[in-house]
DNA sequence: AAACTAACATACAGCCTTGTTTGTATGTTG
DNA sequence: CAACATACAAACAAGGCTGTATGTTAGTTT
C-alpha cells in the first residue's frame, strides 16, 4: 500500500517514537525489531525499509537530537573581552535544563549511556568521542583565555578546569540518567556549577 | 572426568577469566555463553555446573572484586578529632591508584558500566546502587563532622561536597575506562582530589 | 570394593532473531 | 493512462543461543 511521501515520513517518526520507547524499557540489546515494530503498529518491513538494521535505527535516534548552537557560543567566547567564566556557566546551566525538560532526551541519552558500545554500537561510541575531542579543545581554549585575562585563578591549568568541569556534568548527568532521577538536576546542577566556576575564579594560592 | 575440588576451583577460576576476557572484549549481550567456555577451554557444561546462567556469572564476576575496607574507614573517620578531608582525600587517591593497577578491576568494572542494567542484570544494577546509597551516606555524614568542625568552607553544604565529590569520581572513572584511558587517572585523578579538597577547606564566602 | 556423587562433556529441543525476498497496492511521473 | 517507483506487509531461510537432560568418568565414602 504505497503511502504519500508525508506519510511515510510520518510512520519513520512513528518507528522512531516507538524505538526510543522500546529501547529505553528493554534496553537495545534485548529489544527485537518486532518489539518496536509491534510498538510502532507496523511490521519489521517498514523498519527494514527506513533504517538499515538496529545499529542505524540506535544512530537515527542519536541524530534526531537537536544539538546546542556550538557555533554561537563559539562566537560569544571569540570576543575580545568575553566574560568566559559567565559564558560557559550559562552554557552549562542551559544544557542541564534542557535536558531536565526534555523527556525524548533523557531517554534517548539514557539508552545510549547504557548501550554496550563496542561491536555493533563502535560508529556511535566514535562520534561521541569525536564530539566529546571537540568539546574539550573547545573548553580548554575558553579556561586558556580567561588565564589570559587573568582570571583563572593560580591553581588551575585550562586543562584541568576543562577536565573538572566535563567530569562533573559527565558524573551529574549519568548519575541522574542511570539512577532514577532521584534528585533535581537543574537545581543540583545549577548549584554545582556555581560553586566550580566561583573556585575557577577564587584567588587561592597554586598547588 | 571427575576433578578434584582443588581442580574444580581453578577451573572456576579459568572461567571467570575468560568470562572477564570475552565480556570485556564483545560486551556481555553479544558474547555467548559458548564464546566463554571456547576461551576457557572447557564445555558450556562446565559453565553451567558453576553459575546458574550468564546473570549470575556476570554477578560473580563482580563479587570476585575485593572491595576496600569500609569498616576500617568508617572507624578512621569516627576517631574524635579526625581530620576528615585527609582521610577522605587518601581515600579517593587510594581508590584511583587500586583501579589504576589492577587490570582486572578495569576490565570487570568496564563491563559493569556497559552492561545493559535493565532486564535480567537489574539485581546487579540494584546491588550498585545500594552500595553507592550507603556511600553517600557515609560521605555526607563524614562532610557534616567537618562542617561541625568548622573546617568546611561555608559556601558548601555536607551533602553537596558529597555529590561533587562522587560526581567528579564517577565521572572521572567512567571517562577514563570508556574512552580509551587516554590519560594517567592516578595522576590527574589526584591532582583533581587536591583541588576539590582545597576548595572544601578554602573560606570563600557563602553562596 | 561397591555405592555414591561431584564435575564435567555431549546431545537435544525449541525458541527467537535477523536479514532477505517476494508480493502488492498505491502514488507519481512522462 | 501506462510505466515505474515507493512504501510497505508477509513469508522464508538459516542460524545461533539458551537451558536442560542425559551420559560418562573419576574421586569419595563406607
Redesign the pocket.
Known amino acids: 500500500?504505497?503511502?504519500?511521501?508525508a506519510?511515510?515520513e510520518e510512520?519513520?517518526q512513528q518507528i522512531l517514537l516507538a524505538a526510543e520507547k522500546v529501547f529505553y524499557e528493554k534496553g537495545v540489546a534485548h529489544?527485537?525489531?518486532?518489539?518496536v515494530?509491534r510498538a510502532a503498529?507496523?511490521?519489521?518491513?517498514?523498519i527494514?525499509?527506513?533504517f538499515a538494521?538496529?545499529a542505524d535505527l540506535v544512530l537515527e535516534l542519536y541524530n534526531s537530537l537537536p544539538m546546542p548552537q556550538e557555533e554561537l557560543i563559539a562566537r560569544e567566547l571569540e570576543a575580545e573581552n568575553a566574560d568566559v567564566f559567565a559564558v560557559l556557566e550559562r552554557v552549562g546551566r542551559e544544557w542541564l535544563e534542557l535536558l531536565a525538560t526534555d523527556e525524548h532526551r533523557q531517554r534517548i541519552l539514557s539508552i545510549l549511556l547504557r548501550c554496550d558500545t563496542s561491536g555493533e554500537f563502535a560508529a556511535i561510541s566514535e562520534r561521541q568521542n569525536d564530539i566529546n575531542d571537540e568539546h574539550m579543545q573547545a573548553l580548554e581554549a575558553a579556561f586558556a583565555k580567561a588565564q589570559g585575562q587573568g582570571k583563572l585563578c593560580a591553581c588551575w591549568t585550562p586543562r584541568s578546569a576543562a577536565s573538572m568541569l566535563r567530569w562533573v556534568i559527565k558524573g551529574l548527568c549519568s548519575e541522574w540518567l542511570l539512577f532514577g532521577r532521584r534528585f533535581d538536576i537543574a537545581i543540583e546542577g545549577k548549584e554545582a556549577l556555581r560553586r566550580l566556576f566561583r573556585t575557577y575564579a577564587s584567588h587561592v594560592p597554586s598547588l
Open positions: 500500500m504505497r503511502r504519500t511521501k506519510e511515510a510512520t519513520r529489544a527485537s525489531m518486532a518489539d515494530a503498529g507496523v511490521t519489521r518491513g517498514a527494514y525499509w527506513h538494521n538496529r
